[in-house]
């Protein structure tokens, strides 16, 4: 069966302190490992697709990386406005459904 | 690019009257949509999968007669909760995928059955 685990469940850190998402999957012939932000009361937006192993994507504070079990979410000197949950995502083999992991509740702290 | 969005946003119905939510993909053509169900503090939900022109295809435990889904086109799908309770509260969110696995999320739509 499709799994998707993330961890930590909450995480609070300081404004400026750097740290790691970490999301592990077991899918089956992976095409795509998906990273979402859920501010809210709001639909998730799209982040980053990672492919392969050793892909590296970034895209302001934050870098996604991944290697053959798990993907990392490195956010850089956070802002308060970095906060929300993260969500990471994997389409099941030989369908479009997505497996969600349960998501990672980000405090930024001023 | 890559827009989706939803209508109502939040919407305030009575117990035993149906609701529909609009799904719109804005700047591309959606050759698959899903509609989710997502409570507090909890992850996403899938309750169906639809294509333009075809049935739906719900996920076990998602009573059909109640959720209706319809995906006229390749720019819109809707839900229509039938002869909504109390329990049929929740956030609901549709996304769209345009044939890759990458899926696009609307806003989302608060529903409250008093």
């Known amino acids: 069966e499709d799994q998707v685990t993330q961890s930590p469940e909450a995480l609070r850190l300081q404004e400026g302190e750097s740290s790691s998402l970490n999301c592990s999957y077991t899918v089956s012939g992976l095409r795509g490992l998906f990273w979402y932000r859920q501010d809210p009361g709001k639909g998730p937006e799209f982040l980053f697709t990672?492919?392969?192993a050793g892909e590296e994507k970034e895209k302001e504070r934050l870098k996604a990386t991944l290697t053959k079990k798990e993907s990392f979410l490195h956010i850089t000197a956070p802002k308060p406005e970095d906060s929300a949950t993260y969500l990471c995502a994997a389409p099941g083999f030989g369908n479009e459904k997505l497996t969600f992991g349960t998501g990672t509740r980000l405090t930024i702290i001023p | 690019g890559a827009v989706v969005s939803q209508h109502p946003s939040r919407v305030i119905c009575k117990s035993g009257t149906s609701v529909k939510i609009e799904c719109r993909s804005l700047d591309f053509q959606a050759t698959t949509m899903f509609w989710y169900r997502q409570f507090p503090k909890q992850s996403l939900m899938l309750m169906a999968t639809s294509n333009e022109g075809s049935k739906a295809t719900y996920e076990q435990g998602v009573e059909k007669d109640k959720f209706l889904i319809n995906h006229a086109s390749l720019t819109l799908s809707t839900l229509t909760v039938t002869s909504a309770h109390p329990e049929d509260s929740s956030f609901y969110i549709c996304?769209?995928?345009?044939?890759?696995?990458?899926?696009?999320f609307g806003p989302g739509t608060r529903l409250t059955v008093t």
């Open positions: 990672l492919y392969s």
């Open positions: 996304s769209a995928t345009s044939g890759l696995y990458e899926q696009y």
